[in-house]
């Protein structure tokens, strides 16, 4: 397998020799088995000849063969599109996971990353600034240009759209601010409408990658209303679907479906973003894969030129559990200590979805559900089967256990007092007379047809063959009082002198 691994890496591995000519400088990257993260990185560099070194060997503490890449991005908008460095590393390739490129960097950002599935998180910039080892202090340069239909006096007609743009020589643009009539600067990220009647000034400016902010533009234009026509905007709506989690949260992807109605002009195209980036046209849903926080912007625009307020979506998407496919454990004793009866406890377990649902079946009987202790009485050998299903659907293999439920005593009571509940005299107590374990129930032992030399012996004797069912859990201390106590009221108790 490992012999398999390197002739693959030696397959898939760009072997990348520096250029004979000299670099000004050198930059390194390394890697080891994190997956989230690069090991180090260089943060900053001046323009110039270049040579990136990538290593992810043994010696930067790879210790699983782990390989990754270093790639240069060159399509994300803000940054430098001029270096192609796509350079994948692994100990077991033909440079023992060290390699280098010669390059060329001008000023301004670049966007590295490993392109490898799995590691979208090991992710940086770099920033570099003008050549010769001089600091960038030159501030960028910022424009601003005014648009919309205007009337002969030059005044817009219920709308002007002002577009900012900067560039910067040195190290690149960073930033770009506006603010509209002297109210507070913030973040341009695409055109401003303004649209209120009157006077307006819009102000702006931009920093560069080195911190050095330009001096303050401005743009002064008047507004005056439109002639009658279409000046609603579109209403435009989002719907996030996908399997979710119980937190909400959606499972590997979450798709984004877009919709915009306008009763005007009539809707003429939809705009959306995802996570800040730039904006482009919705021709269809928008299926989301990365794990992690995610937000997605649109907007509307109709055939007259009204733009809707910019929306917004946000969710989160997270990896799905591994499915469950293991039954659930399940376990089965009988007790049958006490002659006459046998009580069968099933128990089940499952470490995956859950225990949904357990089932049993006596002898050749149907299958039950099984919700507590099942008491077989009948006399005699016996099979109980059993099975349990999880929350994800998974069965249990049928399991069995086999018992004997053993004859109860005959010699103690032959005829036993069958009688539902617990009778003295002429009162029922309402207590079930139950079968004390030998064949007895409890009215025999009470036994209030038996000779006793009076009436306070007979009630002690009551009181002495119930205690003992107390003890048993056969009668609660509050039963065994009733019976005591309609013991005390009997009168027509046979054998019993008052």
């Known amino acids: 397998m490992r012999r398999f691994l390197l002739s693959l890496l030696l397959v898939l591995s760009p072997v990348v020799v520096a250029s004979p000519a000299a670099a000004a400088q050198t930059l390194t990257w390394t890697a080891d088995d994190d997956i989230t993260r690069y090991k180090s990185t260089p943060s900053s560099a001046v323009a110039g000849a270049t040579t990136i070194v990538f290593e992810n060997s043994a010696a930067t503490g790879n210790t699983t ?4 890449t270093l790639t240069f991005d060159t399509t994300a908008e803000g940054y430098n599109h001029d270096v192609s460095l796509n350079i994948l590393a692994s100990p077991f390739d033909a440079q023992d996971g060290r ?9 301004g950002r670049y966007r590295y990353f490993c392109s490898i599935p799995g590691h979208s998180t090991m992710v940086g910039e770099l920033v570099v600034t003008g050549g010769g080892g001089d600091p960038d202090t030159t501030a960028p340069t910022v424009s601003a240009q005014v648009s919309g239909d205007q ?68 743009v002064s234009f008047s507004i005056v209303e439109s002639a009658p026509g279409d000046t609603t905007p579109p209403v435009v709506t989002s719907q996030v679907t996908g399997d979710r989690d119980t937190q909400g949260r959606y499972l590997d992807r979450a798709t984004v479906t877009l919709a915009a109605t306008d009763t005007g002009s009539g ?66 004793t009988a007790n049958t200590s006490q002659p006459g009866r046998a009580v069968v406890t099933i128990t089940a377990t499952d470490a995956g979805s859950g225990v949904a649902s357990i089932e049993y079946a006596l002898d050749a009987g149907a299958w039950a559900a099984y919700t507590a202790p099942v008491t077989v009485t009948a006399v005699g050998a016996h099979t109980m089967r059993y099975r349990a299903t999880d929350v994800a659907g998974n069965v249990a293999a049928v399991a069995s256990i086999t018992f004997t439920v053993a004859a109860p005593p005959t010699g103690d009571c032959p005829v036993p007092d069958t009688r539902a509940t617990v009778v003295i005299g002429t009162e029922d107590t309402g207590i079930p007379n139950t079968d004390t374990g030998n064949g007895c ?10 000779g006793y030399p ?32 309609a013991a005390a009221r009997s009168e027509a108790v046979k054998g019993v002198q008052r």
């Open 151 to 218: 009337n002969p006096d030059g005044d817009y007609l219920g709308t002007a759209t002002v577009a900012v743009s900067a560039s910067d020589a040195g190290s690149g643009v960073d930033t770009i601010e506006y603010q509209v009539d002297d109210t507070s600067f913030q973040a341009y990220t695409a055109p401003v409408a303004v649209t209120a009647v009157g006077d307006h000034s819009v102000q702006f400016r931009a920093t560069d990658n080195a911190g050095n902010v330009s001096a303050v533009g401005s």
């Open 65 to 68: 063969g782990m390989p990754h």
């Open 441 to 450: 129930t409890i009215n025999d032992l009470i036994d209030e047809h038996a």
């Open 99 to 107: 390699h280098q490129q010669a390059v060329t960097l001008t000023p």
């Open 454 to 485: 009076n009436h306070a012996a007979f009630v002690r004797h009551v009181e002495t063959v119930t205690t003992p069912l107390v003890a048993a859990g056969q009668l609660t201390a509050r039963q065994q009082g009733t019976i005591v106590r």
């Open 267 to 332: 809707v003429a195209r939809i705009e959306y973003n995802v996570d800040g980036g730039a904006f482009a046209v919705y021709s269809a849903p928008v299926v989301v894969t990365g794990a992690g926080s995610h937000m997605v912007h649109f907007r509307a625009t109709d055939v007259a030129g009204n733009t809707s307020a910019e929306q917004m979506a946000s969710f989160t998407v997270v990896a799905a559990p591994v499915p469950d496919t293991t039954a659930p454990v399940t376990a089965a």
